[in-house]
């Protein structure tokens, strides 16, 4: 199993060891393979998610059919809140993408915890509020800095929460096609392999099947401040 340390921002992490302790014994813990499914987008579903390990996708589908990468959920994520505490459907998919183990919790026991440890209850809100945030700057992304940045700006994310440091630069290891950084970079396939080859060129990162290093991260933080030039 592909293991990672807790993410000092994760859920999990804000929590005392005694509390998490408490939240965890609400639920069964499960195993999941990749390719595995957590949920569907639109499912009617409750149960809430907390990864221990492993890492999972999320992702959205719009009408005309076309998948977008949201966001990557790992070690001391939750997944699943949202629709637990509103009781809608869910507003994404959750598709697995290596090996994970996780607390999965019914939705009303989750809500019924919050409400008698207000403190979880805010670790959850901060926890959202964080989300929020990271979803207004992607959109503020999208209109103001040219694809190349935006894909350099998801390179860069993803070597700083799930990259592993190796004498040959950042090794971001994980199951991601060029299509879905694309998608998580609001662009195209062919403007995220183009621009791929252009730093493969440049040495600023090394590419294999599925498996990214970043060798110079410090073009890539120049050219997400670059004036846009492309689209």
């Known amino acids: 199993m592909h293991k990672k340390a807790t993410h000092p ?7 005392e060891p005694e509390v998490r302790q408490s939240l965890e014994s609400l639920g069964a813990r499960l195993s999941y ?4 499914t957590l949920f569907h987008q639109g499912d009617p579903s409750r149960h809430v998610v907390l990864i221990l ?14 998948e977008a990468l949201l966001a990557l959920r790992g070690p001391g994520d939750i997944l699943g809140e949202l629709a637990a505490i509103d009781g809608g459907s869910r507003s994404a998919a959750a598709h697995v993408l290596l090996q994970i183990t996780a607390i999965v919790i019914d939705g009303e026991r989750f809500v019924g915890f919050l409400t008698k440890h207000p403190p979880i209850a805010l ?25 190349s940045a935006r894909i350099a700006a ?18 971001i290891d994980l199951p991601l096609s060029q299509r879905e950084l694309a998608t998580a970079a609001a662009t195209s396939r062919e403007v995220a392999a183009r621009t791929l080859r252009a730093l ?8 294999s099947r599925q498996r990214i290093v ?18």
């Not at 809100?125 to 694809?147: A, F, G, K, P, Q």
């Not at 493969?200 to 590419?207: F, K, P, S, Y």
């Open 9 to 15: 921002n994760s859920f999990l992490t804000a929590l």
């Open 53 to 66: 390990d492993g890492w999972v996708k999320v992702t959205s589908t719009s009408r005309t059919g076309e």
């Open 33 to 36: 393979q990749p390719r595995s």
């Open 123 to 147: 670790a959850l809100l901060r926890h959202i509020s964080r989300n929020l945030r990271e979803s207004d700057r992607h959109r503020l992304e999208y209109v103001s800095t040219s694809s």
């Open 154 to 171: 998801r390179l860069l994310e993803l070597a700083a929460r799930h990259g592993t440091h190796t004498p040959d630069g950042v090794v």
């Open 200 to 207: 493969r060129e440049r040495d600023v990162v090394q590419t």
């Open 214 to 231: 970043v060798v110079r991260p410090e073009v890539l933080r120049s050219l997400c401040r670059s004036v846009p030039t492309d689209t």
